[in-house]
């Protein structure tokens, strides 16, 4: 068997963290509807950022015009896809303690990860994914088979063979999505892998739109154009100007120094090249 590149305590700790978000968001249901869902999960962007700081091997810190380029992105999203929410969010305290532990865990998931793979370069997507998966297994199996979910399970998919397909299919489906953000964070980073799939959710209520011809408001027009701003914003370059060089420092005639004076510049020019330890 092939020797994983990090120690199964950290796939441990990522499964924990997964399982826990996965089980807070849908748990979350009880106590709060879809819209008020919705809201608090489209601004999963900004815990991700804040939370980079924090992660050992990473502390990252992002300018300030990126914090307000994930703002407009939130609030455009929330308004675009609470324009035709049939009812209002409703709220209640349980509800909002689940669905907030929930984005905690997942802006540390994310940032994690990115950790991971700047500490242990040749960590691979495919390795984090199945021994993530892996570990996690006897931690559902378990409550599964004490519950007698995973009989109810077994029994639902024998009257209903087609359910089989629809989970291969899932899986699979699954998988690449995993891979694909898997290997946005290790290259982009985990603030701008949760900006992307963010802007996607946007790109995917405008598609159903398009292609189903919904009627549209002032509030889909108003997080559209929010949503433009913060990705335009997020695109641009930073307008920093290059040094200049003086003129004047560029004839100046610097005195003739020994050999002995040369090999001295030279040996500290190599010890400031070394990495820092």
């Not at 748990?27 to 950022?49: C, D, R």
């Not at 399970?153 to 899986?171: I, K, R, T």
Request: charged share 15%; hydrophobic share 50%.
């Amino acid at each position: 068997m092939k020797q994983t590149v990090n120690p199964w305590k950290t796939y441990v700790k990522l499964s924990a963290v997964l399982m826990g978000s996965h089980g807070l968001t849908k748990g979350s249901l009880a106590y709060l509807n879809y819209p008020a869902q919705i809201m608090f999960k489209s601004t999963k962007l900004l815990p991700v950022m804040i939370m980079g700081a924090f992660i050992p091997g990473l502390r990252r810190k992002y300018p300030f015009h990126e914090y307000i380029s994930a703002l407009l992105l939130v609030v455009g999203l929330i308004l675009f896809t609470l324009a035709d929410a049939q009812t209002s969010p409703n709220f209640s305290i349980i509800g909002i303690i689940m669905i907030s532990g929930a984005l905690i865990m997942d802006a540390f998931l994310g940032n994690f990860q990115e950790a991971i793979f700047n500490m242990n370069p040749d960590t691979t997507q495919m390795e984090m994914l199945f021994c993530s998966t892996v570990v996690g297994v006897p931690f559902l199996l378990v409550p599964m088979i004490l519950t007698g979910e995973l009989v109810r399970a077994w029994n639902s998919c024998s009257q209903h063979p087609y359910v089989y397909g629809v989970l291969v299919f899932e899986a699979m489906a699954t998988f690449i999505g995993q891979v694909s953000v898997l290997s946005l964070i290790a290259i982009f980073g985990a603030a701008t892998t949760a900006m992307i799939t963010t802007a996607r959710k946007a790109v995917t209520l405008l598609l159903s739109y398009m292609i189903f011809t919904k009627p549209s408001t002032e509030q889909h027009g108003s997080g559209l154009l929010l949503i433009a701003m913060g990705i335009i914003l997020k695109i641009l370059p930073d307008s920093k100007p290059a040094p200049r060089i003086p003129v004047s420092n560029v004839n100046v005639k610097h005195p003739k120094t020994s050999s002995n004076e040369m090999e001295s510049v030279e040996v500290e020019e190599d010890e400031e090249r070394k990495p820092i330890v």
